[in-house]
């Protein structure tokens, strides 16, 4: 950062200085032609001072700086607008030498130099009007961002209002409806103590039991939210546990150098999660291949299976969802499946490491 | 016998000191984290280690951490490390520390008062007690090494409850069948993956252990 502004300070300075510069050379120029004019100027009084051809050494002398000037007033607009600019002083410098050969010529003839103005205006205008009309090649892809950012914004909010509500549903149904069922038995319990203390055993064991299925219904409905290894161990480690219970062997290489943001490692995970079940599920394949990579600042992961192929983004609404989540993140995921195989899901999020966590 | 107890959440290592208390096992300390486990362990040189998985500094893995620290400071330090979820990954770097004296648990078993009590002093005694979620995940990947392949389905759930740290009789009555029958699953198990005969029916477990880790 601190880098950067020094570079911005710089070019500031590099800036400032050729402003100068381009002053002196200026003035040195207006002295010369001064100079010229006035010797000219005695020469025609030395000369007998008759028919004044002076005003046309002028005239030339004073093209080339009213040039400059102009070019250099049209560069100092807001950046997007200098070229119009520009053409427009230069117009009028042009306009301005049409007018002043004119006058110089003595006015006598009609007023000639109405004709090329009115073109020298019609192009300039032509010119503002284009400006106006078409969008810079900048405004074009600042308006495709906001596309893009509009429709990954929705894609975002559908995906996470759906995971929200199956998480409700799974808590619902599963967690939630066990420990009512844990209340039930231990009200039960309750009245029994005094009346039939026989049978307690057997609703305390049911209660026990169906605190056990609760708790493993809470942990597959954490695993779903965030997998605890994933903090634990980051991407690379989690995808690691994850290919150790899998049917299918996984092989994991490759090495991220740092930890990635969490949000992009939550979804660059259930992205994997997605495609290994996909894989175990209808590839057919004897062996998958998780790669993982992090090069000039986007993080890469490949999943490859040796199955029959054939997968398509339409066909699996499960892909469709991941890859939604990674847009959020400008991510990008390509699917190459021939008939026949081999299936390879390739994932790029560009995003920054932070340093290992110890 | 004397445990020390690393738990962070009060509620959990009170309840588990009681449970302990309540079977003569003396519990010499109850710690919340990693710091004053290594203290406790330096200071009380307990038979066992009970460790939570998840606690301060950063609420992810550091139980584990310490259990493996504690053994590599003390080789074969009885450790028993509890946790809420289960990962076959943590499972085989708790192994690699050695697989002697080893649990690895899920916190649910702990309602089992009476099997976990038999474990804890197991664990003690040098035996190795792996969670049976763990042991189902490792014995998914049978199809994934060719002597694993060459058990029958029978002998994969043998090892299964050998791995989980049940003796020949337990193993025989949960499979229904007689003692007997289970010492010629566990031969035929241990020909088939090359392993030597050992009399010691824990060295067994060990060793079927480290057949699974070297997948």
Known sequence: ?358 | MRAVIAEDLALLRDGLARILRAHDIDVAAAVGDPVALAAALEEQQPDIAIVDVRMPPTFTNEGLVAAIEARARRPGMPVLVLSQYVEQLYARELLLSGAEGVGYLLKDRVSEVGMFVDTVRKVAGGGTVLDPDVVTGMLTHHGRNQAMARLTRREREVLGFMAEGRSNAAIAGKMVVTAKAVDKHINSIFMKLDLPLDADDNRRVLAVLRYLQTD
């Open chain 1, 1 to 358: 950062m601190a880098y950067r502004r020094e570079m911005a300070r710089e070019d500031a300075d590099r800036a400032a200085l050729r402003d100068v510069n381009w002053r002196m050379i200026l003035r040195l120029e207006a002295s010369i032609s001064v100079g010229i004019g006035l010797l000219m100027l005695i020469i025609w009084a030395l000369a007998g001072a008759r028919h004044f051809w002076p005003a046309w050494v002028w005239f030339g002398l004073a093209i080339p700086l009213a040039l400059q000037v102009a070019i250099r007033r049209g560069l100092r607009a807001p950046k997007g607008h200098r070229l119009l600019a520009a053409h427009g002083a230069i117009t009028c410098v042009l306009a301005s030498i049409l007018l002043a050969i004119w006058l110089l010529a003595g006015a006598r003839h009609a007023f000639w130099p109405v004709w090329p103005i009115l073109g020298l205006g019609v192009v300039l205008v032509g010119h503002a009007w284009v400006r106006h009309a078409l969008p810079t090649a900048r405004e074009q892809a600042l308006a495709d961002r906001v596309e893009v950012l509009t429709r990954t914004r929705r894609g975002a909010l559908d995906v996470q209002a759906a995971e929200l509500q199956r998480i409700e549903r799974d808590l619902h149904d599963g967690a939630q409806a066990r420990l009512v069922s844990v209340a039930m038995n231990l009200g039960l319990a309750e009245e029994l103590l005094s009346k039939d203390p026989q049978s307690l055993t057997e609703l305390l064991a049911e209660a026990r039991s169906s605190t056990l299925t609760a708790l493993a219904d809470l942990r597959t409905v954490m695993r779903g939210i965030q997998p605890p290894v994933l903090a634990d161990r980051g991407l690379e480690g989690a995808i690691r546990a994850l290919a150790l219970d899998l049917a299918v062997p996984v092989t994991v290489g490759g090495e991220i150098p740092g930890r990635v943001p969490v949000p992009v490692e939550s979804a660059a995970y259930f992205t994997v999660c997605e495609c290994l079940a996909n894989v175990v599920k209808h590839s057919g394949a004897l062996q998958a291949r998780v790669d993982v990579g992090y090069r000039g600042g986007v993080l890469s992961v490949a999943v490859r299976d040796d199955g029959v192929g054939g997968a398509s983004l339409a066909a699996g609404s499960g892909l469709r969802g991941v890859a939604r989540r990674l847009e959020v993140f400008d991510g990008t995921m390509t699917l190459t499946s021939p008939a026949g195989g081999p299936t390879v899901v390739t994932m790029e999020v560009p995003c920054e490491l932070s340093s290992p966590r110890t």
